[in-house]
Nanobody
Framework: AQFVESGGGLVQPGGSLRLSCAVS????????WAWYRQAPGKERELVAS???????NYEGFVKGRSIISRDNTKTTVYLQMNSLEPEDTAVYYC?????????????WGQGTQVTVST
């Protein structure tokens, strides 16, 4: 599978961004997809996930501020991020989550940088 993340950028606190992850090389529609992020000096962490049926789950630090969605026809997963905070600064990636905390695909895309700063 290949992942191409985009949509990041520099935004002021309180701003919004819509991230996209275009997926190819796999049967997109059957998987749960998730967004992850990695801040400088920190471990990569799960942000939000969406099942094949459209059920969503969010980590506490983005709950109420973000919306994950998917378009199976475009094999793309999205993350709408609102009320951005400096703590959201990180590189954002997509992948398929596994129940043990790892990801199904061991390869990652290049990610998209989100920087929240004045």
């Amino acid at each position: 599978a290949q992942f191409v993340e985009s949509g990041g950028g520099l935004v002021q606190p309180g701003g919004s961004l819509r991230l996209s992850c275009a997926v190819s090389g796999t049967d997109f529609s059957v998987y749960t997809w998730a967004w992850y992020r990695q801040a400088p000096g920190k471990e990569r962490e799960l942000v939000a996930s969406i099942t094949s049926g459209g059920s969503t789950n969010y980590e506490g630090f983005v709950k109420g501020r973000s919306i994950i969605s998917r378009d199976n026809t475009k094999t793309t997963v999205y993350l709408q991020m609102n009320s951005l905070e400096p703590e959201d600064t990180a590189v954002y990636y997509c992948n398929v989550p596994r129940g043990d905390g790892n990801t199904y695909f061991t390869t990652w895309g290049q990610g998209t940088q989100v920087t929240v700063s004045t």
